[in-house]
Each structure stands twice: as structure tokens, then as C-alpha cells.
């Protein structure tokens, strides 16, 4: 049990980086800092699209439309913060205390 509850904290923490690096990817690219046009920053952004607009997908159509604000960030970075919360409180259950 401790292994799935190290499995389950590593795949939160993993989610929680990527969507850090995509946020501040955004970020720089709408300041015209980064230019879409470089090769590898059209590969790191394109890449980590590919990789969360799956999860952003299902949030997106739950929200209303917000025009260009896009919520669905701030919503999965609430649930994933619950999550680790919930994995944090609830460790005594997988080291079996």
C-alpha cells in the first residue's frame, strides 16, 4: 500500500509541474517574450498542450464560457490540491497505522 500511496503523491506532483511549465509557457508567449515561430519553443508548447488538453477538455465544458479567460487551470490546480491533501490525511491508511 505504501507503494501506490508513493505512486499516487508522484503522479500528482508530476500533473502539478507540467501545468506550472504551461502556465508560465503561456505566459511568455502571450508577453511576446517567446515566439511560437522558435523550434523548440513550438515543441514545448505544443508538446504540453498535447498532454493537458485532455484533462482541461472535460473542465472546459463544465465552465461557462469566460470569453478569453480560460478557468480551467485554476479549477484542475484546486483539484489537485485536494487530492494531495486528501492522499496526505489519509496516509495512516497506507502504511496501515
Known amino acids: 500500500m505504501i507503494t501506490l500511496f508513493q505512486a499516487l503523491t508522484l503522479i500528482l506532483n508530476v500533473v502539478w509541474f507540467i501545468m506550472i511549465a504551461h502556465i508560465i509557457l503561456s505566459w511568455l508567449i502571450n508577453f511576446q517574450v517567446l515566439n511560437v515561430r522558435q ?35 485554476l479549477v484542475l490546480f484546486i483539484v489537485v490540491i485536494i487530492l494531495q491533501r486528501a492522499l496526505i490525511n489519509n496516509a495512516g491508511f497506507f502504511y496501515g497505522f
Open 39 to 73: 523550434p523548440l519553443v513550438a515543441q514545448l508548447w505544443f508538446g504540453l498542450n498535447r498532454l493537458l488538453d485532455p484533462i482541461y477538455a472535460p473542465i472546459r465544458r463544465m465552465l461557462p464560457n469566460m470569453g478569453g479567460l480560460d478557468l480551467a487551470p
